[in-house]
């Protein structure tokens, strides 16, 4: 006789359990055993939440090497969700079998696993088709990256679904901030308002340090230049090499006193370029029955001998004119001052719509989906990128149906929400290369290597290569050359569906249409991470903190901007900002979006042992200790800055798209 030793590990979610009767059929090289129910002394507590149990099955003889377990869970009266962690099976040789599982088993049905040191050309067709059914792509907007099918939120598989903890956490930040809202008579107010101290009564009691910061230094020069770099928007400054034709800047404009030319400044690398002309034509919203105002502004930049990064010219509008003035730092102070509130706002839906949205969201849901539907829980790739991939489907889901829905929060209060962002959404996309997903591509292309101050930078490049020294010694493990990449057909369908739905086929984004090599490989899937943790850090993360104080951040502009200078003043500022009401449910999104759950995992953490084998083990701890270094390298730094940069510190960093 040949005794089987099973080990059964039940999830520690909320509601993991289940009172079910489970059956396993142990499936070798040489034979299978017989189908038994798991019964032990303890009776119903055998898969309670978080419960260990182990149990023998015994065939007459041994049945080899094991391939795969079969599980099934018959329902006793009305029946019951079980989420399965792993089993661990000791055959009567004294080798260990680990079968990874990780997920819900809601029905009565037959349920295969493979064991899980499988190489990456066995996978089980059963599992894929099944995958092929819950996981369909969906054209949501025409010229946009499609996304996961799913009508109502039940829809979407259990596995990827909301824990109960996240789930509760999310309804109560959401209801409490709009009830706080509405208490203090903001959230349906369409007045004006009166002068800028009025605002700092929203949200009394949710401030940050940061927020009060920004509050008090919002209209200074020197921070307006500072956001370009560390704020919530780092993707868009880049070095001039040359004055674009329609922003017509003299010298006598920018450096009145003669000190500097544009020229010499030019050739020193010291001119930076912010150019917003994907909202150019872009229509501007309705809101409160009242059009609203989007410009598209260049903004250039100078970095000054002290490596201040100042402001010293803004147009408004694509094209000069007459009534396109160019406003500069010795224009008046409302002047001023309007001016860079209009490219604040322009930088608040360019930010959302094209770096938030969709660089970071609608692409890492791609990913994840493209993931699910063509990869096998036990290929090197699932187990890589998985942990990646958590609540990102169901945070879009709710995007989709709360905030750019025709009801949504961003469409009725953003100026670029409705139609406009529409618009947007096609320019950006069309305008995404691979290269500029790819940080150090990105940085080189936009000529920001030796900028000083830089720390989104700074801290995304360590971070970049740690997490690509991570992805090249795991796959490496299984990919030994680069035929081996080329002769995976997992691989192979995971980048053509990228490609296809996320990317719409189009071939000048430079995005991989299939893999030819271990490096194109690696690359690839260290941007997918980079894009999933870091990247939506850097860009989500401050939302509140650089928002929360609504001057800095308005999320519309109710007049049209000055068409000669010298006649705003203070009432006209106040009268352009958006009013109360848009104010007030503009603040309570940001701050929604910018909380921590409890059930937080930081970037290579991996709650879920996907790996068995010793070395990618050994690899895991190697990530998490450099990780470990670079936040306390970062915490050492923010000590001595007066506003400090956090938002890839891989201690804050969330292991994927949740928020």
């Given at each position: 006789?040949?005794?089987?030793?099973?080990?059964?590990?039940?999830?520690?979610?909320?509601?993991?359990?289940?009172?079910?009767?489970?059956?396993?059929?142990?499936?070798?090289?040489?034979?299978?055993?017989?189908?038994?129910?798991?019964?032990?002394?303890?009776?119903?507590?055998?898969?309670?939440?978080?419960?260990?149990?182990?149990?023998?099955?015994?065939?007459?003889?041994?049945?080899?090497?094991?391939?795969?377990?079969?599980?099934?869970?018959?329902?006793?009266?009305?029946?019951?969700?079980?989420?399965?962690?792993?089993?661990?099976?000791?055959?009567?040789?004294?080798?260990?079998?680990?079968?990874?599982?990780?997920?819900?088993?809601?029905?009565?049905?037959?349920?295969?696993?493979?064991?899980?040191?499988?190489?990456?050309?066995?996978?089980?067709?059963?599992?894929?088709?099944?995958?092929?059914?819950?996981?369909?792509?969906?054209?949501?907007?025409?010229?946009?990256?499609?996304?996961?099918?799913?009508?109502?939120?039940?829809?979407?598989?259990?596995?990827?679904?909301?824990?109960?903890?996240?789930?509760?956490?999310?309804?109560?930040?959401?209801?409490?901030?709009?009830?706080?809202?509405?208490?203090?008579?903001?959230?349906?107010?369409?007045?004006?308002?009166?002068?800028?101290?009025?605002?700092?009564?929203?949200?009394?009691?949710?401030?940050?340090?940061?927020?009060?910061?920004?509050?008090?230094?919002?209209?200074?020069?020197?921070?307006?230049?500072?956001?370009?770099?560390?704020?919530?928007?780092?993707?868009?400054?880049?070095?001039?090499?040359?004055?674009?034709?329609?922003?017509?800047?003299?010298?006598?404009?920018?450096?009145?006193?003669?000190?500097?030319?544009?020229?010499?400044?030019?050739?020193?690398?010291?001119?930076?370029?912010?150019?917003?002309?994907?909202?150019?034509?872009?229509?501007?919203?309705?809101?409160?029955?009242?059009?609203?105002?989007?410009?598209?502004?260049?903004?250039?930049?100078?970095?000054?001998?002290?490596?201040?990064?100042?402001?010293?010219?803004?147009?408004?509008?694509?094209?000069?004119?007459?009534?396109?003035?160019?406003?500069?730092?010795?224009?008046?102070?409302?002047?001023?001052?309007?001016?860079?509130?209009?490219?604040?706002?322009?930088?608040?839906?360019?930010?959302?719509?094209?770096?938030?949205?969709?660089?970071?969201?609608?692409?890492?849901?791609?990913?994840?989906?493209?993931?699910?539907?063509?990869?096998?829980?036990?290929?090197?790739?699932?187990?890589?990128?998985?942990?990646?991939?958590?609540?990102?489907?169901?945070?879009?889901?709710?995007?989709?149906?709360?905030?750019?829905?025709?009801?949504?929060?961003?469409?009725?209060?953003?100026?670029?929400?409705?139609?406009?962002?529409?618009?947007?959404?096609?320019?950006?996309?069309?305008?995404?290369?691979?290269?500029?997903?790819?940080?150090?591509?990105?940085?080189?292309?936009?000529?920001?290597?030796?900028?000083?101050?830089?720390?989104?930078?700074?801290?995304?490049?360590?971070?970049?290569?740690?997490?690509?020294?991570?992805?090249?010694?795991?796959?490496?493990?299984?990919?030994?050359?680069?035929?081996?990449?080329?002769?995976?057909?997992?691989?192979?369908?995971?980048?053509?569906?990228?490609?296809?739905?996320?990317?719409?086929?189009?071939?000048?984004?430079?995005?991989?249409?299939?893999?030819?090599?271990?490096?194109?490989?690696?690359?690839?899937?260290?941007?997918?991470?980079?894009?999933?943790?870091?990247?939506?850090?850097?860009?989500?993360?401050?939302?509140?903190?650089?928002?929360?104080?609504?001057?800095?951040?308005?999320?519309?502009?109710?007049?049209?901007?000055?068409?000669?200078?010298?006649?705003?003043?203070?009432?006209?500022?106040?009268?352009?900002?958006?009013?109360?009401?848009?104010?007030?449910n503009g603040i309570a999104v940001m701050w929604l979006l910018s909380q921590q759950s409890s059930d937080f995992v930081p970037l290579g953490q991996y709650p879920e042992d996907h790996h068995c084998e010793d070395i990618p083990c050994k690899l895991v701890k190697a990530f998490q200790g450099e990780l470990q270094a670079l936040s306390a390298n970062i915490s050492i730094r923010n000590m001595s800055l007066e506003v400090p940069y956090t938002y890839m510190d891989p201690a804050v960093v969330e292991n994927s798209v949740a928020i």
């Amino acid at each position: 006789m040949a005794d089987y030793e099973v080990t059964v590990y039940t999830g520690k979610l909320r509601f993991a359990g289940t009172l079910d009767m489970v059956f396993i059929k142990l499936v070798g090289n040489d034979g299978e055993s017989k189908r038994k129910r798991l019964a032990s002394l303890v009776g119903d507590l055998s898969f309670a939440n978080g419960a260990v149990s182990t149990f023998t099955v015994s065939c007459p003889v041994s049945i080899g090497k094991l391939k795969l377990i079969e599980l099934e869970k018959k329902s006793r009266l009305t029946g019951d969700n079980w989420f399965l962690d792993k089993v661990e099976v000791k055959s009567p040789e004294g080798d260990t079998y680990n079968f990874p599982i990780y997920c819900w088993i809601t029905d009565s049905k037959v349920h295969r696993f493979r064991e899980g040191e499988d190489t990456p050309e066995k996978a089980s067709l059963h599992e894929l088709k099944q995958r092929e059914k819950d996981y369909c792509w969906r054209k949501h907007i025409e010229g946009i990256p499609h996304c996961m099918e799913a009508e109502q939120l039940s829809d979407l598989p259990l596995e990827v679904q909301f824990s109960f903890i996240k789930k509760a956490e999310f309804i109560y930040t959401a209801f409490t901030g709009l009830a706080e809202l509405k208490l203090t008579g903001f959230a349906n107010s369409k007045e004006n308002w009166t002068c800028i101290d009025d605002i700092k009564r929203v949200f009394t009691g949710k401030r940050t340090d940061l927020s009060e910061y920004v509050q008090e230094h919002w209209n200074e020069d020197a921070f307006f230049g500072y956001q370009f770099l560390n704020g919530v928007n780092p993707i868009l400054i880049r070095r001039c090499s040359a004055l674009p034709d329609n922003f017509p800047v003299t010298d006598d404009m920018v450096f009145p006193s003669g000190q500097f030319s544009l020229a010499d400044e030019i050739e020193k690398g010291n001119i930076f370029l912010c150019d917003y002309k994907h909202l150019d034509g872009v229509t501007a919203n309705i809101i409160d029955e009242k059009q609203q105002y989007l410009m598209a502004p260049l903004v250039l930049l100078h970095k000054t001998p002290d490596d201040e990064l100042m402001p010293v010219a803004i147009q408004l509008k694509q094209t000069p004119a007459e009534d396109n003035p160019i406003f500069l730092p010795t224009d008046s102070e409302y002047d001023w001052l309007t001016a860079k509130t209009f490219v604040r706002s322009a930088d608040f839906n360019e930010h959302q719509v094209n770096a938030h949205l969709l660089r970071a969201h609608l692409l890492a849901e791609v990913f994840a989906v493209s993931l699910l539907r063509n990869v096998a829980r036990t290929h090197p790739l699932y187990k890589l990128l998985v942990h990646h991939t958590r609540y990102t489907l169901q945070i879009n889901f709710l995007a989709r149906a709360r905030l750019i829905s025709e009801t949504g929060s961003f469409t009725q209060f953003a100026s670029c929400g409705g139609e406009g962002l529409v618009t947007l959404l096609q320019r950006s996309l069309s305008s995404v290369t691979y290269s500029s997903l790819c940080l150090p591509d990105d940085i080189a292309e936009r000529g920001l290597e030796d900028v000083p101050n830089f720390y989104y930078r700074d801290d995304g490049l360590k971070l970049w290569d740690i997490i690509h020294r991570f992805v090249k010694g795991m796959l490496t493990i299984y990919y030994k050359n680069d035929e081996d990449v080329q002769q995976d057909s997992t691989l192979q369908r995971w980048i053509s569906d990228i490609f296809e739905y996320g990317f719409l086929s189009q071939a000048g984004t430079g995005i991989p249409q299939s893999f030819t090599t271990v490096d194109e490989l690696v690359k690839f899937v260290t941007m997918v991470i980079f894009t999933c943790t870091g990247q939506h850090s850097a860009v989500n993360s401050g939302q509140y903190d650089y928002g929360g104080w609504m001057p800095n951040t308005p999320i519309s502009l109710q007049l049209p901007p000055p068409t000669t200078k010298g006649k705003t003043s203070e009432t006209t500022l106040m009268d352009t900002l958006p009013n109360v009401s848009t104010t007030a449910n503009g603040i309570a999104v940001m701050w929604l979006l910018s909380q921590q759950s409890s059930d937080f995992v930081p970037l290579g953490q991996y709650p879920e042992d996907h790996h068995c084998e010793d070395i990618p083990c050994k690899l895991v701890k190697a990530f998490q200790g450099e990780l470990q270094a670079l936040s306390a390298n970062i915490s050492i730094r923010n000590m001595s800055l007066e506003v400090p940069y956090t938002y890839m510190d891989p201690a804050v960093v969330e292991n994927s798209v949740a928020i």
